[in-house]
């Protein structure tokens, strides 16, 4: 009964908060307003979504978002293996100054990118210097994909980490004593238990880099470049919510489809030792 | 070629300049069942990891079967390690982590399924080929650490604190059983425990570590009953340690008293420490004893009592399996076979 009773404030925050909102989104996704400020139902605004040059939009977004993950991937697992491997009396000052950069603000962090990308930024400064010809750096989808991979990586390595940090030690010894050499021992033993870690690390650097609409914002200009900066464009300039709306339940169940599919992949008998963070 | 197949020389082994296996010596012979005894902290796991090859020594050397192997990673050493927390992966079956090793030495898939149920068969868990380890009681998983480890028919099977975390009764199930698989499979086993009783059970040969040095080597009743210092004989059983002077051979003095006794050697008029177990001592009528005294506490023990008897300024434990009542007086009786002495330590 207490804890029914206790359970209380937090229902209702989930209820008003989260819950409401999603309806109310769904409600102006499905519905027009005529003149006389009448609500009528319809699947116009999905149909839209399904033009041509949104689809572009969508897929450059799933695109860029899945290589930034890959390239997380890539380099924050052996990033997290060092992390783990190192003597305990640096290590906690390494996993800070890891995290440290996230206690600043994102869209600072993201504007230092625009000052050393600009065509007066410091790259193009040092270029220059050695009577280099000048780049273009900011306003490409290298640039996006950079902001991408800088602001994120934290969210993989962090993840990956905490999972090499529990690992029982004595499984790699009894992989190495059945005669594993290292590269069988990590292959057969820490990837596979592991693999908890890369499944959050990647929903965490996927789901902000799929929906982002600031880092493509500020490094690539103010078109539709990202279905995030579509969303942002219905709602803040275009004003028309209701497509807005569409475009943003299109992207929620795209992200909760691939959440399905990885909780399938890390289903396969890790799941009891497994470390999730989600 | 010597039948020693495992061999340590002039061992230690330090952590950040702080010994913890000092200078040590040992060997394995073959087909040997060889425990390493000790108190936490006495370095007995350290100089398993090390014949393992997951540490390696300060200085020293080791061999194997004559060759040196100081320095082998442990994945080249033909010899398996039973962990103590089993260490059996969860992300895998039993089948999967009993065919561990086969599969890294590209055994075909007959000679593995073969090989992963006889073992089964070995450790009485046929037919959990595909249950996840999780789904195991600690008795059944330390078996199937057993099989992952002997399936690939190491030379040396080394075991740290193997039934630690099992329950008494299954303890001394699993001691006979390993017992009796280390005999019909001839494969040389070091044994790693703090436990004194399972090491006399089990061993062929017993080293007595403390402190990173070791105290005693040798066999489970030479241990028992020729303890070479106060260390060995207090760790090993219950016993009363006292300070005596070995009059000359075969005449020792304790407790104000001469005794005759079986030890010579020590020289005449050495300070030595006299050992006397608690069931040597026999309860007589105080006119009759060698040394009288009064039963100041009685404990019940299962199959003896446990008393504590005050004679002049010492206490004597003494076991029996009949019970004097508290306040009694009685007389304490010694044949010389129950007297050992040890020479004096440092």
């Known amino acids: 009964m207490l804890k029914k009773l206790a359970s209380g404030p937090y229902l209702f925050w989930i209820a008003m908060f989260i819950i409401v909102p999603i309806l109310m989104i769904l409600f102006f996704s499905m519905v027009t307003v005529e003149s006389d400020g009448s609500y009528t139902f319809t699947v116009s605004n999905y149909v839209r979504a399904f033009d041509p040059i949104y689809v572009t939009v969508l897929l450059r977004s799933l695109k860029i978002a899945v290589q930034a993950t890959l390239i997380c991937l890539v380099l924050g697992y052996p990033m997290a293996m060092i992390l783990a491997k190192m003597d305990p009396r640096y290590r906690t000052t390494a996993v800070m100054l890891f995290v440290v950069p996230m206690w600043m603000n994102f869209l600072l962090r993201t504007y230092a990118w625009m000052t050393i990308l600009g065509k007066n930024g410091v790259l193009n400064g040092i270029l220059s210097f050695f009577g280099l010809p000048q780049m273009t750096f900011l306003y490409s989808e290298g640039a996006v994909l950079l902001g991408m991979v800088y602001n994120f990586l934290p969210f993989m390595v962090l993840p990956i980490y905490t999972v090499l940090m529990k690992m029982d030690k004595s499984l790699i010894e009894a992989a190495e004593d059945l005669g594993g050499n290292k590269k069988t021992v990590f292959t057969k033993v820490v990837l596979p238990l592991s693999l908890p870690g890369i499944l959050s690390g990647v929903s965490m650097v996927f789901m902000p880099a799929v929906s982002t609409f600031v880092i493509s914002n500020l490094l690539y200009g103010g078109q539709y470049m990202l279905v995030g900066n579509l969303i942002e464009q219905q709602f803040l300039v275009v004003n028309d919510w209701h497509f807005g709306s569409a475009v943003a339940m299109i992207l929620m169940l795209l992200i909760l489809v691939s959440m399905a599919v990885m909780n399938k992949l890390g289903g396969s008998g890790v799941e009891e030792k497994g470390v999730n963070l989600w | ?346």
């Open chain 2, 1 to 346: 070629m010597s039948d020693k197949i495992v061999k340590g020389l002039n061992i230690t082994k330090e952590y950040n300049g702080v010994p913890v296996v000092k200078n040590i010596d040992f060997w394995v012979k073959k087909n040997q069942f060889l425990t390493i005894l000790g108190p936490s902290g006495c370095g007995k796991t350290t100089t398993l990891r090390m014949i393992a090859g997951f540490e390696t020594p300060t200085t020293g050397q080791l061999f194997f079967e004559g060759k040196d192997i100081t320095n082998t990673p442990p994945y080249m050493r033909q010899i398996n390690t039973v962990f103590q927390k089993y260490a059996l992966f969860p992300h895998m079956n039993i089948y999967e982590n009993i065919a561990f090793g086969l599969r890294i030495n590209k055994l075909n898939e007959k000679e593995i399924a073969s090989k992963v149920s006889k073992m089964l068969e070995l450790v009485n868990l046929s037919g959990f080929e595909k249950r996840s380890i999780h789904s195991l009681s600690g008795g059944q998983q330390q078996r199937i650490a057993i099989a992952r480890a002997l399936v690939n028919e190491p030379k040396v099977l080394l075991l740290d604190e193997p039934l630690g975390a099992l329950d008494l009764k299954l303890r001394k199930e699993m001691q006979i059983e390993l017992k009796n698989m280390q005999r019909e499979l001839g494969i040389t086993f070091v044994y790693v425990t703090h436990d004194q009783e399972e090491a006399l059970t089990m061993s062929d040969k017993i080293i007595i570590m403390n402190h990173g040095e070791i105290q005693q080597i040798g066999s489970p009743t030479d241990i028992y009953n020729e303890p070479e210092n106060a260390f060995v004989a207090d760790f090993i059983g219950e016993s009363n340690i006292l300070e005596g002077i070995m009059i000359r051979d075969y005449l020792v003095q304790f407790a104000e008293r001469d005794f005759t006794c079986v030890d010579k050697g020590f020289g005449d008029n050495t300070p030595i420490e006299v050992v006397i177990r608690p069931e040597d001592i026999k309860l007589v009528a105080p006119e009759e004893g060698l040394l009288k005294g009064i039963v100041k506490s009685v404990v019940f023990k299962g199959v003896h009592y446990e008393m504590l008897v005050k004679e002049a300024d010492r206490t004597w434990m003494i076991h029996s399996t009949t019970m004097e009542q508290e306040g009694t007086h009685v007389g304490l009786m010694l044949t010389p076979d129950d007297i050992h002495i040890m020479s004096k330590e440092g």
